[in-house]
T-cell receptor
Framework: TQLLEQSPQFLSIQEGENLTVYCNSSSVFSSLQWYRQEPGEGPVLLVTVVTGGEVKKLKRLTFQFGDARKDSSLHITAAQPGDTGLYLCAGSHASGGSYIPTFGRGTSLIVHP | DSGVTQTPKHLITATGQRVTLRCSPRSGDLSVYWYQQSLDQGLQFLIQYYNGEERAKGNILERFSAQQFPDLHSELNLSSLELGDSALYFC?????????????FGPGTRLLVL
């Protein structure tokens, strides 16, 4: 079983603070994705990273894929209440000609105004 | 709105019963994925269909089955329901099949087994 460990599990911060969420695995992934999920809704894709060492920026969000493609991080600068949600990382690994998606347990972020 | 629809939105049933969850993918998407999300297990991949055929299988119980129809909508059948099957069930769709495909998730079906 390919496991993705996310940390921290919970994060409660004030508006304007910076934060980093981590996603780690002992396995190599073909690609890694970050999603954000709000209560009562399905996850929404934020970014896909595919190359070891890759860095992608999405406004105040910076995503990094580890050199060995086993870990990733999400950094949010100057967090806003609208960033509140569950952040999930997901990796896909090849298995018998298909790809099996695996999700981390998520980081629940609350940003207080 | 992701363009993926799921029905019903809520479902309450009893142990031992059988239910069917339905998913309509985004227009043009050929792949459908089913996931189960619970507080203790997180989001678990169940099964994927691509253009009517099973493509990948995850942690799907034998009591559960799915299919994708010629019009590309999909159904997830859950039988001999147990209390532990209570969870959110999500369907997602993507244009094709592969690790880099963007999956668009539906709003989910909340299942409560009493």
């Amino acid at each position: 079983t390919q496991l993705l460990e996310q940390s921290p599990q919970f994060l409660s911060i004030q508006e304007g603070e910076n934060l980093t969420v981590y996603c780690n695995s002992s396995s190599v992934f073909s690609s890694l994705q970050w999603y954000r999920q709000e209560p009562g809704e399905g996850p929404v894709l934020l970014v896909t990273v595919v190359t070891g060492g890759e860095v992608k920026k999405l406004k105040r969000l910076t995503f990094q894929f580890g050199d060995a493609r086993k870990d990733s991080s999400l950094h949010i600068t100057a967090a806003q209440p609208g960033d509140t949600g569950l952040y999930l990382c997901a990796g896909s690994h090849a298995s018998g000609g298909s790809y099996i998606p695996t999700f981390g347990r998520g980081t629940s972020l609350i940003v207080h105004p | 709105d992701s363009g993926v629809t799921q029905t019903p939105k809520h479902l309450i049933t009893a142990t031992g019963q059988r239910v069917t969850l339905r998913c309509s993918p985004r227009s043009g998407d050929l792949s459908v994925y089913w996931y189960q999300q619970s507080l203790d297990q997180g989001l678990q991949f169940l099964i994927q269909y691509y253009n009517g055929e099973e493509r990948a299988k995850g942690n799907i119980l034998e009591r559960f089955s799915a299919q994708q129809f010629p019009d590309l909508h999909s159904e997830l059948n859950l039988s001999s329901l147990e209390l532990g099957d209570s969870a959110l069930y999500f369907c997602a769709s993507s244009a094709s099949s592969g690790p880099r495909e963007t999956q668009y998730f539906g709003p989910g079906t909340r299942l409560l087994v009493l």
